[in-house]
């Protein structure tokens, strides 16, 4: 009925208006966050399949507010992304990643290297690589140490410019990888043409191992692509054992998920790592 419409319309209606306020909540109050020390990056390791060992660990932000509480990032991050504020935490990101890097040289865990999520927004800004390796330089680290995660999505956009800077970070010697693989759209001739070193294989493909079929297929078909293009396989959101095991079988090199470790605040890590070592 007409009645009906026009609540259905108000209701949709207040519904946006909500959505907007708490954007801007969130807005206001992340404007700060470096500055109110609200931020913190947790750690969750990546394991080989092969040999069991660590191989390194991604980088995953945090973030507590007084007032709002936690706050995941699925939902600031692309509100930071539309004020740009997310060139901010990113770089705050990559200098704490960097921080702890140098920290590790001192120790036995001189070897480990971290992944670190960059935005497209990020990506696209001109000075990023230049940006990273002063912080590199700075810290007198090798800078294999540090792996350059972008999105499908952003590897598969501005593909011109894309190949010069892909080539720009692989010759410098950073890891590229290519997060959430087979949820958008790969050009095949591209990727054959990207010197990328590492797939993750999205969680969504891992979720069905290894009941679903079609999950598998896609699995299957993603590591033998990927290696036949040289590159290494993450399996993201590894939660039971007999997906690792699945994918063990089908030689895929690294997996990562809450069967081996949720994500860790530092401390916690590397107790982590001193309880698994080896
Ligand atoms: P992502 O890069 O795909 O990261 C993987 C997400 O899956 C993380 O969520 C991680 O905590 C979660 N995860 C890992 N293993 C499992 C598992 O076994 N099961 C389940 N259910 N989840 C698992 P998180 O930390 O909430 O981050 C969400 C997204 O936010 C990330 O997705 C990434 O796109 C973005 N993000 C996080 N930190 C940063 C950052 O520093 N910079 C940028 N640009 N984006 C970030
Ligand atoms: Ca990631
Ligand atoms: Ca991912
Ligand atoms: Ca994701």
Known sequence: ?????????SLYNENMEA?????????KHL???IENDELEVYYQPQ???????INGVEALLRWHNPTLGFVPPDKFISI???????????EWVAQTCIEQ????????????HIAMNVSSVQFEDPDFIDQISNMMKQANLPNHLLEIELTERTVMSNVSDNIVRFNQIRSSGYGLSVDDFGTGYSSLSYLKRFPLSI??????????????????SIATAILNL???????????????????????????DFAQGYFISRPLPIYELEEWLQLNKG
């Not at 959505?19 to 807005?27: D, G, N, P, R, V």
């Not at 930071?80 to 990113?90: P, V, Y």
């Open 101 to 112: 890097l140098q920290i590790w040289q001192q120790t036995h865990l001189a070897n480990l």
């Open 19 to 27: 959505q907007l306020e708490e954007k801007l909540l969130i807005e």
């Open 226 to 252: 990927a290696h036949s293009l040289n590159m290494h396989v993450v399996a993201e959101g590894v939660e039971t054992i007999e997906q690792l095991l699945f994918l063990r079988e089908l030689n895929c």
């Open 1 to 9: 009925s007409k009645a009906m419409g026009k609540n259905t319309y």
């Open 31 to 33: 404007r700060n966050a």
């Open 80 to 90: 930071a992304e539309d004020s740009q504020l997310i060139l901010k935490l990113g």
């Open 47 to 53: 394991v080989s399949l092969s040999s069991g060992h």
């Open 199 to 216: 797939l993750k294989i999205d969680k969504s493909f891992v979720d069905g191992i290894p009941k679903d079929d079609d999950d598998k």
